[in-house]
């Protein structure tokens, strides 16, 4: 297996969950799977969970692309956790960035497995992290979704997803888009319909 190291801002951080209103409960086997909205105490671990996602879109490419995809998410990865960043350190600016409780244009929801987050996405009016769009824009933009590498495969993407598009729908989506260079992230999107529009790496569903 290649050795992937995606550097970010953040120092080692272990946090508790505390329990929370729900959107959605559901059983799983012997999984109880949540989504609900994102709290502030979230942000370390949102934040790791989506770092390490990164490694997948390095991992899950050609052999020949890897240097350089290694080099993008890295740079990536550094950016949305700096001190500017819409993530920040260990998470610090997720909540002003995507929380709802600040922005009505955007939402961040994350999903817990028996209590523990393991993964978590948001969704904005309009293209662009801090970009204010006209609310006559019918367009939504999935950024950031991202589910822990040990509780996949337990359909906690499709959840996730459903509460997105559910809460795009409400604030007057007509079209869901999305990037990706992700290859195991899109044959997933493409699941949930959504259409390979251009090079390389743009996605849309029609609502």
Excluded: H
């Amino acid at each position: 297996m290649d050795n992937i190291s995606i550097q970010n801002n953040n120092t080692n951080t272990n946090t508790n969950n505390a329990d929370n209103n729900t959107n959605i409960n559901s059983s799983n086997s012997n999984n109880i799977i949540e989504i609900r909205e994102y709290i502030d105490s979230d942000g370390p671990e949102v934040t790791k969970i989506w770092i390490s996602g990164l490694k997948q879109t390095v991992t899950s490419s050609w052999f020949i692309f890897r240097p350089l995809l290694n080099y993008m998410m890295n740079s990536l990865s550094i950016d949305v956790t700096s001190n500017d960043g819409d993530y920040g350190i260990n998470g610090i600016n997720i909540m002003k960035t995507w929380s709802n409780t600040y922005n009505e244009d955007r939402i961040i929801y994350v999903a817990t497995c028996n209590g523990i987050i393991c993964g978590s996405c948001c969704v904005k009016r309009g293209a662009g992290e801090n970009i204010i769009a006209s609310k006559n824009c019918t367009d939504y933009y999935i950024y950031r979704l991202s589910i822990d590498e040990n509780k996949q495969k337990l359909g906690i993407g499709l959840k996730i997803m459903n509460s997105i598009e559910d809460w795009s729908i409400k604030n007057g989506a007509k079209k869901m888009c999305l990037y990706t260079i992700n290859s195991i992230a899109a044959k997933f999107y493409m699941k949930l319909g959504y259409d390979y529009i251009t090079f390389p790496a743009f996605y849309t569903k029609k609502l």
